[in-house]
């Protein structure tokens, strides 16, 4: 089964369930467990985006195993289809920071996390000198200085394309930070807040906040343009890079293939990354 | 001094201070006496729309008197105008739900509350299964049911004008029920929730949301199209109108005369309002 969802970031520890820990994948398998009427430890999530603490998301995809006999008993006595069912009675017992917008058979060879072609994250900051709206500060940053959004586009326009990421990464034993950055644009949106747009097949940990600390610190004239496309190339994590801060991350979407392409997408992308000049 | 403010009603007890009670006055009269250097008590706000509890603002403004050697004591040893640096000190001591955007010398004559020439209120549904996305939950209503805007203009276009609308009042000794509503229109927005538009000389308490719960249940085919009108014609309380949530309304914007025309603004809005064939 494949499930759409969001969430407000804010009070979760992030993703990833951990004991003693208030996750959303915790939340969301107790609320499949109810539903499905099925014991939580035969229920395991696969996500597209295991956001961190605080990281919001309006496009999330996760997919789960469901047994037959719990799916086909969600509609009760009621004429709703099963996934029609599924979302109506998790809105029921998810608390209100997590949503499930949309529940479907997931199509043959589907794994939300490797089928994935590419995800996008967006990323907010206000400049304003009053702060940010109160309504708006759960998931927009307050930026103490003044920000130049044609220059942060420039400066990211620089980092696209195949690379080592590393220098925007935190290093995990075994993982490459090899990514290609299909996108990365800066603009101020109708609120006046100065918004990122970041494309990627996937992402590393912490790279979005690293690219937009990086990139931020051009905008407020604390770094030349270049500085960014600088720190890519030395190849090496750069201390002058700051991670922004979770809560202006919100994966607003996540793009699969045709179903005809899921299972060999997703074996394409179970194999490691490498750049041209090691393959 | 004029001051424009925002606000997340979520946990305050709405504009009006109470002893034991978390409410914006209360709140931004500290913050004031704190970067004026004045005592609480000689600081007295007069605001343009004493919003209830749970109830927001993006466009609230209010004025206060503030004794001409702390003004003149803002900027400090920074370069700053009085205005700029109250509101950036502002911003330095108030918690993140308010946010004065903007302070500036009132114009003479300038009253918040009686130089108004109207006030504009938003309102916002969801009507998804799914419910409302977790990231607006605070300021989007579910609704149970799906919505047909177009029927809910309609019925919402049939009260304009100049009535007693007690039906849609609670009532308090001795205050006029009387208004002009100016606009009150219903549209889907771009993020597909259904949002009222609702202006007015002036609101009676829980007006809005009375109108709101009203054309909702045209909206959602509990009640016909001209029920609201009826109601309203019926001159007295009708138990059938569901006084809607707070949380989904929002004060936008408050309204005022060119500076000329304050002072004679305000003495005919102290008066009271009455009715054509009252008059």
């Known amino acids: 089964m ?3 969802l969001g969430y407000d970031g804010t009070d979760f520890s992030g993703w990833a369930a951990q004991p003693g820990r208030r996750t959303v994948e915790g939340i969301l398998t107790a609320g499949l467990a109810t539903v499905l009427r099925t014991p939580e430890d035969e229920l395991s999530l696969v996500v597209a985006g295991r956001t961190d603490a605080g990281v919001h998301a309006t496009g999330q995809v996760c997919h789960v195993d469901v047994p037959r006999p719990a799916w086909d008993a969600l509609p009760g006595r009621s004429d709703l289809a099963p996934a029609a069912a599924l979302v109506r009675r998790l809105r029921g017992v998810l ?8 529940a479907a058979p997931a199509p043959p060879g589907f794994d939300a996390r490797f089928s994935a072609l590419h995800r996008r994250y967006g990323y907010r900051l206000c400049d304003r000198p009053a702060g940010v709206p109160p309504l708006r500060r759960r998931d927009v940053v307050a930026w103490p200085r003044a920000l130049d959004a044609a220059v942060m586009n420039e400066a990211s326009a620089a980092l696209l394309g195949l690379h080592d990421f590393a220098p925007f990464c935190k290093r995990r034993e075994g993982a490459t930070t090899i990514r290609t ?4 644009g800066w603009g101020r949106d109708g ?6 747009r970041v494309v990627a097949d996937a992402f590393c940990h912490s790279m979005v906040r690293a690219l937009v600390g990086a990139v931020a610190a051009v905008g407020d004239g604390r770094r030349p343009t ?3 496309r600088d720190v890519l190339a030395a ?3 750069d201390p002058g890079v700051a991670v922004a801060p979770p809560h202006g991350l919100v994966l607003e979407h996540v ?5 005809a392409e899921l299972a060999v997408r997703a074996a394409a992308a179970r194999s490691r990354r490498v750049l041209p000049h090691q393959a």
Chains 1, 2 share one sequence.
């Open 255 to 259: 793009a699969y293939p045709p179903d």
């Open 226 to 228: 270049h500085w960014p």
């Open 2 to 4: 494949r499930l759409d």
């Open 235 to 237: 190849a090496v994590r």
């Open 191 to 196: 609120d006046g807040f100065v918004v990122a």
């Open 95 to 102: 608390p209100g920071d997590v949503r499930v917008h949309a």
């Open 181 to 184: 950055l299909l996108e990365y």
